[in-house]
């Protein structure tokens, strides 16, 4: 369907105001000969303002905002390019009306009577912002702001073609052409200089490790298309430790209350007998249980101790986590007998191999008790789709040493010994690397490969290509 669902509505309630204003003013128009023209564009001003407020009370977000120009704050999460779309977007509606609002009613002809509409429109969207549950200043800025736009746009026009009949009628003051290009030049180049400055964006572009040496040609055996999927990303989940330390004490069966660290909120802990849980701001926390170590019982096999840590791993206690692999080594003391197993269990997102991060390392016990457990990174939540480049592009991108059609240089990551003779691509897949200054979980082109060595024998490595497309 051409229109979404939003769309509808919005024209709906625009032309439902449109033809009102019309039949009523129909009646006024057979007594005071009013001219159709004037109607016309009176009930299309009417019109585009009730679809401009119903669009934005459709798309605006449900957040409470007093603080002018509060997204300024975030230009290194966001970057300029989004402030600047998200302005575009809750102003441009606006415009409209503002081109229209002299044409309805001659009398606006100065800048300060446009003021006083743009106020009065912003004013109304907020009141019904705020009747709906929210409220966001920075949205009734850019309302206003797109009304003054669309209303220096006509006294442009009008200033450029002074002689033409419409304009003659309406007669605009000097102030007003004046006023209107100063504001139509801000804008433009506004806009302009968000293009020259760094953008941000949402997404760092990788620079994974450097490789150790050229590949040789790749023979290719893994699946390759020309497809762009869109994939899910994650970032890290904003932390309060007090409820959070509560959340997983719960999960992990520990009773009490949090406390805060002297130092502050850094970090909370829950102490319930010889057992301490520890959660740190980072998402990032530690068990200990000092009652387990040196209790009776063997050590369970391999696939318990697995079982133990994984059901832990994916029972709530980190979100959105799946387990992708899990590793267990024996622990033995002085005399070779076997004390404990170490499991480590590393993560999956969206059933995506996270690379280099994200592990529950556990010690488990004598009868299946855990002497300790941490939780390594901080828990991620999905965040939005972004598309990527095909695996196929991605693999030119191995063969070409890192260089992307566009010419930005992308390095690429492998361990490659450096008497490998040939190499054999095997498998292509997506999976996350933690990009860490912005805390986002970024998607990668995985690919595993089998070096063959000149004495005849192999050994798998893996190379890692960033994925968006930019």
């Known amino acids: 369907m051409f229109f ?14 449109f033809l009102f204003y019309m039949i009523t003013a129909g009646f006024v128009m057979l007594s005071r000969r009013m001219r159709l023209g004037v109607i016309l564009c009176r009930a299309f001003l009417l019109g585009s303002i009730a679809a401009a407020i119903a669009f934005a009370l ?15 704050s975030r230009i290194a999460e966001i970057g300029y390019k989004a402030i600047w779309l998200r302005a575009a977007h809750d102003g441009l509606p606006f415009a409209i009306p503002g081109i229209m609002l002299p044409l309805a009613y001659r009398s606006c002809n100065r800048f300060s009577r446009g003021c006083v509409w743009a106020f009065a429109v912003a004013l109304l969207l907020g009141v019904l912002r705020y009747a709906m549950g929210s409220f966001d200043v920075d949205e009734l800025i850019f309302a206003f702001w797109g009304f003054i736009v669309g209303f220096s746009f006509t006294s442009l026009i009008a200033g450029l073609f002074p002689k033409a009949r419409l304009f003659k009628i309406i007669n605009f003051h000097t ?32 620079k994974l490790p450097p490789q150790s040496r050229q590949l040789p040609e790749p023979k290719v055996s893994a699946y390759l298309s020309d497809e762009t999927p ?26 009490g209350e949090p406390t805060t660290s002297s130092e502050g909120k850094s970090y909370a802990t829950v102490v319930d007998g010889a057992k301490s849980l520890t959660y740190f701001s980072a998402g990032n926390w530690n068990l200990i249980d000092d009652s387990a170590a040196g209790k009776a019982g063997t050590v369970p096999d391999d696939p318990s101790c697995a079982r133990i840590v994984e059901q832990i791993a994916i029972g709530g206690v980190a979100r959105n986590y799946n387990v992708f692999s899990t590793e267990v080594e024996p622990v ?18 969206a059933n995506r191999r996270v690379v280099g991060s994200c592990e529950f390392i556990a010690e488990v016990g004598s009868g299946g008790l855990l002497l300790s457990l941490d939780k390594h990174d901080a828990d991620f939540e999905p965040y939005k789709q972004v598309k990527v480049i095909s695996n196929a592009e991605a693999m030119q991108l191995v063969k070409d040493g890192g260089v992307r059609a566009d010419g930005k240089v992308i390095t690429v990551n492998h361990n490659l010994y450096q008497d490998a003779s040939a190499v054999e691509v095997t498998d292509a897949t997506i999976a996350y690397w933690l990009e860490e200054t912005k805390g986002y979980l970024q998607p990668i082109w995985l690919f595993s490969a089998k070096a063959t060595l000149l004495d005849g024998g192999t050994k798998d490595f893996e190379i890692y290509v960033p994925a968006i497309k930019y």
């Open 4 to 17: 979404s669902e939003l769309w509808v509505e919005v024209l709906v309630i625009g032309f439902a105001v």
């Open 58 to 72: 459709g798309t605006g977000r449900d957040v409470q905002n007093i603080k002018p120009l509060a997204d300024l």
């Open 175 to 206: 102030s007003a052409y004046v006023i209107g290009v100063l504001i139509l030049m801000f804008t433009f180049f506004a806009g302009v200089a968000v293009l020259l400055l760094n953008n941000g964006a949402d997404f760092v572009e990788l």
């Open 230 to 255: 869109k994939v899910e990303t994650f970032r890290t989940v904003e932390t309060d430790v007090m409820l959070d330390t509560a959340r997983v004490a719960e999960k992990l069966g520990l009773k």
């Open 332 to 349: 033995l003391d002085d005399a070779g007998q076997l004390t404990s197993k170490v499991v480590t269990v590393t993560a999956a997102y």
